[in-house]
C-alpha cells in the first residue's frame, strides 16, 4: 500500500527542488536549466541521486551543476512572546 504525503512527511520526507545545469549535447558552450521536484529525504536524498545517476549513465547531456533546496513541510509550531494580555468576558 502507497504512503499519503502526510504520512510521508511525518516519516521525514521533505519537498526537494533541484535546479540542474547542464551542457547542450550539440553545443557544449550553452547550458541549459532543468528543475526536478520530488520528496526526498534530506541529507542524503536518495531520490535525488538515483535521477542523477540516471541521467549522467543515459543522456548526452553532461553535468554542469546542481543546486538543491528543500523545506520540511510540517514542522514545530513557531511561538513567540507578546507583552500584552487581553481578557474577554
Do not use: C
Not at 510521508?8 to 519537498?15: C, D, E, F, Y
Not at 545545469?21 to 535525488?48: C, G, K, N, T, V
Not at 546542481?66 to 513567540?80: D, F, Q, T
Amino acid at each position: 500500500m502507497q504512503q499519503s504525503q502526510l504520512e510521508r512527511q511525518l516519516a521525514g520526507w521533505s519537498l526537494t527542488t533541484a535546479e540542474i545545469l547542464y551542457h547542450m549535447p550539440d553545443h557544449r558552450h550553452l547550458l541549459q536549466s532543468f528543475i526536478w521536484q520530488e520528496y526526498d529525504q534530506a541529507p542524503r536524498f536518495p531520490r535525488l541521486i538515483k535521477f542523477l545517476d540516471f541521467w549522467s549513465h543515459n543522456l548526452d547531456g553532461p553535468l554542469s551543476s546542481v543546486r538543491v533546496a528543500h523545506k520540511s513541510i510540517i514542522g514545530p509550531a513557531e511561538l513567540r512572546m507578546i507583552d500584552t494580555e487581553w481578557q474577554l468576558n
